[in-house]
């Protein structure tokens, strides 16, 4: 915590005191962070971030966790009870825990970490000037999808049918099924959407896809799907489905390829927006950051149980490949 100062000045034999600018938090308050998030993964690098900038946990800096476990319609209300703590800063990931910090106040400072299309879903006025009480990292770049599509014909030269899993109720979904659908027009490849909104659809989802029998599955960003993540990697795997996914943690748990932003370096990029805000700088003037590093990941003991070579052009691209 920032001890409470001031700059004196004699002038007149008048004295003025001016406070620092850093002087955001009260003499001797801790400050208190919420975190909104479907589950505790990822978490860490955020943590890590906080103690580089020398924050412990406990002691200079309380952090209130709050997981929907699965579930976005837990969101607003954990959000509310967030606001209702009064949390100085409010840490969302991904687009349905940022919109409901949103619609939960507009007044506590809210960093969202990896949110796919921040001004497509109203979240904030633009990338570089955010406007009102929202700013922190996009995980998208134009493209993403486009480039998930096309890795999957690299790996499938004679691909013409995709699944493509995404949640209806995220709004980031409809920008990227439309992206893909108009790379998959391009490529000649026609589009199975199979929608999941919450855990207890998956079964149906899965019956869908066995009966359309796809030849490959592109699984978009949702946090309901990352806290399934060893779920839909069986049933792909199990069912000879090629996959393509978004965080790294789908190839740890056996994904084939994972290709999007690298989440790590997100969240602990989030630790040095929340230090900014904790020190009196505002939302809105903080420009939203894009991703610059991104992941490469292949998972050759998928591919070897899936009967797939990877060609050695797209192995040397890789940032990793599991063995």
């Known amino acids: 915590m920032i001890d409470r100062r001031a700059f004196i000045t004699i002038l007149g034999g008048s004295i003025l005191t001016v406070p620092l600018a850093a002087e955001a938090q009260q003499a001797g308050k ?3 962070v919420g975190i909104l998030s479907q589950n505790s993964r990822l978490w860490e690098d955020f943590r890590q971030g906080l103690r ?4 412990v946990e406990g002691r200079t800096i309380v952090i209130e966790y709050r997981w929907g ?10 959000a509310a009870d967030l606001a209702r703590l009064g949390a100085d800063v409010i840490v969302a990931w991904g687009t349905p825990a940022t919109l409901a910090a949103k619609n939960a106040t507009n007044t506590i400072p809210i960093v969202m970490t990896g949110n796919g299309d921040p001004v497509g879903t109203g979240l904030i006025a633009s990338l570089a000037r955010p406007g009102g009480n929202i700013t922190g990292l996009s995980s998208l770049n134009p493209g993403l999808e486009a480039k998930r599509l096309e890795l999957l014909k690299e790996l499938v030269p004679k691909l013409s049918h995709v699944a493509v899993l995404w949640n209806p109720a995220n709004p980031l979904h409809d920008g990227l099924v439309r992206e893909v659908k108009d790379t998959a027009s391009q490529l000649g490849v026609r589009l199975e959407l199979v929608g999941v909104q919450g855990s207890t659809e998956f079964d149906a989802a899965f019956a869908t896809m066995k009966k359309k029998r796809p030849d490959a599955l592109i699984v978009e960003p949702d946090n309901i799907f990352y806290f399934h993540n060893k779920r839909i990697v069986d049933f792909a795997t199990k069912s000879r489905l090629p996959a393509v996914f978004t965080h790294r943690e789908f190839a740890d748990a056996g994904g084939l390829v994972v290709y999007g932003a690298n989440y790590s370096a997100l969240f602990r990029r989030a630790a040095i927006y929340v230090d900014k805000i904790l020190k009196g700088a505002r939302p809105a ?3 939203v950051e894009q991703p610059t590093q991104f992941d490469l990941i292949i998972n050759m003991n998928t591919a070897k149980a899936l009967g797939l070579t990877i060609p050695q052009t797209l192995l040397l691209r890789a940032d990793q490949v599991i063995q």
Do not use: T
């Open 69 to 78: 476990e699965g579930s976005d319609e837990q969101f607003p209300r954990l």
């Open 285 to 287: 003037d903080l420009p």
């Open 30 to 32: 801790i400050p208190r």
């Open 52 to 55: 580089d900038l020398g924050y």
